[in-house]
């Protein structure tokens, strides 16, 4: 692994990330519109206008774009789960050598068609947390700032994936929480009750799996859930099944997790 300093950042808002969510549009998904997006949000609390080039042609290719919500809440059939595990497990990923990158490869299906699911990845040190503000993916910032861990919608199999180089990964990263979480859960109510078939699964470079976990259990006092984690121990990287969700939204995680978020 190498090391590649922190980008700095400005901290995040949670106005910026409730921006985000409610920006999101299927294809929406890259660097130029979250910049865009992000550029959008700090006009907007500066009180002065914005503009972009273009204007009308890009309101016509948004408005033309199916949201991502609607395409979240389509039925997908679980994928084949091969190696699963229970929750509460703990196994080894590399026992026939060191890995050089995995997928990480979420899913599930929703019973009531307001849930849009979203997955997030936070990039933590020893300390449980994270190591710098800019150190989580999800759809509104899709890459760490060392280039190890790539967020990315799947059309295939799956619903959102989180790639992870290995080879790029910041040392002082020693575990990568996956979470899903409901967007505006807390302002209309929705819980962890209303989904199922949630699963994780994770892939070798050759879309070999390596482990996969179904959740078995939806809480509705849960509207963010932490499905699994990937962590250090001894120099091998491991899987945790963790099932476990606390009540808190996208910004509540991030302060969980040491995100500046003010």
């Not at 026992?95 to 979203?118: E, H, M, P, Q, Y």
């Not at 509705?220 to 932490?226: D, E, I, K, Q, R």
Request: charged letters at 20%.
């Amino acid at each position: 692994m190498i090391s590649v300093p922190m980008k700095s950042s400005a901290p995040l808002t949670k106005q910026t990330i409730l921006t985000i969510n409610q920006k999101k549009v299927r294809g929406a998904n890259n660097t130029r519109n979250i910049l865009s997006i992000n550029n959008e949000s700090k006009s907007n609390s500066s009180g002065m206008p914005t503009t972009h080039a273009n204007n009308t042609e890009n309101n016509s290719a948004t408005l033309a774009t199916p949201s991502m919500s609607a395409s979240m809440s389509v039925f997908k059939n679980v994928p084949q789960l091969i190696n699963s595990i229970q929750k509460g497990q703990k196994v080894p990923l590399e026992n026939n050598g060191k890995l050089s990158s995995i997928k990480a490869c979420l899913g599930w299906n929703v019973t009531n068609a307001n849930c849009d699911v979203d997955v997030s990845a936070f990039l933590l040190s020893s300390t449980g947390k994270v190591i710098g503000d800019s150190w989580f993916v999800f759809y509104g910032q899709e890459s760490s700032p060392d280039g190890s861990t790539i967020f990315s919608i799947d059309e295939g199999n799956d619903r959102e994936i989180v790639s992870v180089d290995f080879t790029k990964l910041n040392p002082s990263v020693a575990k990568i929480v996956f979470v899903l979480t409901i967007n505006e859960a807390l302002e209309k109510h929705l819980n962890f009750s209303m989904l199922k078939d949630a699963y994780i699964r994770i892939m070798d470079a050759s879309d070999r799996e390596l482990v996969s976990f179904k959740m078995d259990e939806y809480y509705a006092n849960v509207t963010s859930m932490m499905i699994g984690e990937l962590y250090q121990h001894n120099g091998i990287w491991k899987f945790n099944a963790i099932g476990n969700g606390v009540a808190k939204d996208l910004a509540g995680l991030c302060e969980l997790y040491g995100v500046q978020v003010v």
